[in-house]
């Protein structure tokens, strides 16, 4: 059985579940019972069938203009399970509007009745009407912590159904017309269709087209204040990779709870706008909203989510714009909050950043990814080429890790040849990564054991793709097979993604079993970690041209440049120095005990296999 059918037997029988117990309660519903008996019956039996932190029957009294409420479950300090409202406020008048209602957050409702509900950490509701014939003689409110799961809307919209079906003894009136029931229940349909299509089906959340309409509505509006965030989350792909699609799906409910917890001095309200991407509006100040993201991304660090029993580390990158004090429209808004998010992702991942009024910014989305199409077609269609710069050992009598560092160029449909720092970065962000080092394996793999005369050569290979089990099984297959395991040096980057050290290390391990070494290429360029080298299968550090090329100048880049390579021997690594350009800057290496050099004083890239 694959995860799919699982899934789908699970979800099968919690449809069944759910069918049974509505069953349950309209057996424990007589025809004739009284309203009072109805009522206690539905005490006892309708918080086992309803999922939900507190549930509320709002039935009319008669002609004396009230409700009364009967609370079934999440009774407030000091409230009364049974208590009357007047008609003419709260849930009941906009249910008889509409029939059906969503409020996907409660702090943004402008309801002073609801605001006990706030304060006691609630914030999603959903409102059902109960019908006698064509008059609505009640209501169904089911109010949540966090996002309301489709199972529970399942479960409520049943129960509305039995309800109305004892509408009659529920509300004292006369037995309904048949056709008017009918047809107060396709209406009930139609508001509860109009409700579910400006609703993410799996969060729970309001969905694109709500978040633009909010929008809309906020810039039209007053206070002249407001932003709204673009919301990313980082590695989802690996996440379901690594766990599978289920565990991805919890991941996105569990951003969608915390998101929905998001704390500040004004209100803000969450919708899913994308695959993993989310939107936040707020009626504060952009810098408001910044904070208060920045403060759930630490959140999220300290108390990560737990799938299945594990934790699973789960972090963000953020735009946020300003919806006022500018002529754009909510395409504009919406466009410049992602391009920040994108230039967070490319700066780090795990940051918010602030789009100011006026300023274009670094990131320009839809130019990035016309240049995406353009690396996705160079792989798929193999327009890549390779060069190798010589690695030379400047210790006597001691041979250089390895001889060369394999480097890949792309070609675009012009003809350009498109450098590493042109695009790695975007196949990272863009999921693309995997069918590159794919691609570059296999033909570096290939031109050894065609003869390739380097004793041992290394090439680049993205961490992401170690953290899918599918890739290094691949990559497993073909190094065994082409027996050039011990030819191979994989070379990862030290900027390894939050909370997949020990994943990487698993992959690292089992292609080590094939006979591969490993770098940890850039040491010292990005937020340099010592305890990578301690925990992972290290055989060289490669340690960054901008240590090198400071190292004369500068005591604190000398300073780490000599640390990197006391620590390495320390470890039994062998270190690399890129980056050699001059005399003075070889000199410096060799004194600072480095093992081997690598750079343009030696050799420029150039072709390989050598034509």
């Not at 349909?189 to 993410?200: A, E, G, K, V």
Request: hydrophobic fraction near 40%.
């Amino acid at each position: 059985m694959t995860q799919g059918d699982q899934g789908q037997t699970r979800g099968g029988r919690a449809e069944a579940d759910t069918l049974a117990a509505v069953a349950r309660l309209a057996e424990a519903l007589p025809a004739d019972a009284r309203r009072e008996q109805l009522v206690q019956a539905l005490r006892h039996h309708l918080p086992r069938v309803i999922g939900a932190e507190r549930i509320e029957l709002g039935l009319v009294t008669g002609s004396d203009g009230h409700v009364e409420c009967h609370v079934f479950a999440g009774t407030l300090p000091g409230e009364p399970t049974v208590h009357q409202r007047p008609v003419t406020t709260g849930c009941f008048v906009r249910v008889l509007r509409s029939r059906t209602q969503l409020i996907p957050d409660l702090r943004e409702a402008d309801d002073p009745e609801l605001q006990p509900l706030v304060e006691a950490r609630l914030r999603q509701r959903l409102v059902l009407a109960v019908h006698a014939g064509t008059a609505t003689i009640g209501v169904l409110a089911v109010t949540s912590a966090s996002a309301i799961r489709p199972e529970t809307i399942q479960a409520a919209t049943l129960v509305a159904a039995v309800l109305s079906a004892r509408g009659t003894q529920l509300s004292g009136l006369a037995a309904p017309d048949s056709l008017l029931t009918l047809e107060a229940q396709l209406a009930d349909l139609r508001s509860t269709n109009q409700t579910l299509q400006r609703t993410d089906a799996l969060t729970r959340l309001p969905n694109r087209a709500a978040a633009f309409e909010a929008i809309g509505r906020a810039r039209a509006g007053e206070p002249a204040d407001g932003a709204f965030a673009y919301i990313d989350v980082d590695h989802l792909k690996m996440t379901n990779d690594r766990l599978g699609h289920g565990s991805g799906d919890e991941v996105l409910r569990g951003v969608a709870d915390r998101l929905l917890r998001l704390s500040g001095p004004t209100p803000v309200a969450v919708f899913r706008v994308g695959g993993d991407e989310f939107g936040a509006l707020s009626r504060g100040t952009v810098q408001e909203l910044r904070a208060a993201l920045e403060e759930l991304s630490v959140d999220l660090a300290r108390d990560p989510l737990r799938i299945d029993g594990r934790e699973v580390p789960v972090a963000f990158s953020a735009g946020v714009y300003a919806i006022s004090g500018h002529d754009q429209g909510i395409e504009e808004i919406v466009s410049r909050a992602e391009s920040a998010a994108h230039e967070a992702k490319r700066s780090g991942r795990g940051r918010v950043l602030v789009h100011v009024p006026g300023d274009p910014g670094r990131a320009d989305t839809h130019h990035e990814r016309l240049q995406m199409d353009e690396v996705r077609s160079a792989v798929l269609t193999g327009r890549l080429s390779m060069v190798a710069q010589p690695i030379r050992s400047v210790v006597q009598g001691v041979e250089a890790p390895m001889d060369a560092e394999v480097l890949v160029r792309l070609a675009d449909e012009a003809g350009r040849t498109l450098l590493p720092d042109d695009f790695v970065a975007l196949a990272e962000q863009y999921d693309v990564v995997n069918a590159l080092d794919r691609a570059v394996l296999s033909r570096v793999v290939e031109t050894l054991a065609d003869g390739a005369p380097q004793r041992r050569v290394s090439c680049n290979v993205s961490p992401h793709s170690l953290l899918d089990p599918t890739f290094v099984d691949w990559a497993d297959d073909l190094i065994r097979g082409s027996g050039q395991g011990r030819r191979l040096v994989l070379e990862l980057t030290e900027r390894l993604p939050i909370g997949t050290v020990e994943e990487v290390r698993s992959g690292m391990v089992h292609l080590g079993d094939a006979g591969v070494r490993f770098a940890l290429d850039d040491f010292g360029a990005g937020t340099t970690s010592y305890g990578n080298l301690r925990v992972l299968p290290i055989d060289v550090l490669k340690i960054d041209g901008v240590l090198v090329r400071g190292c004369l100048t500068s005591t604190v880049d000398h300073a780490m440049l000599r640390s990197a390579v006391e620590v390495a021997d320390a470890l039994g690594i062998r270190s690399v120095a890129e980056g050699v350009e001059t005399a003075e800057q070889l000199s410096a290496v060799v004194e600072l005990g480095a093992h081997a050099v690598q750079g343009y004083y030696f050799g420029q890239p150039l072709p390989w296999p050598a034509v």
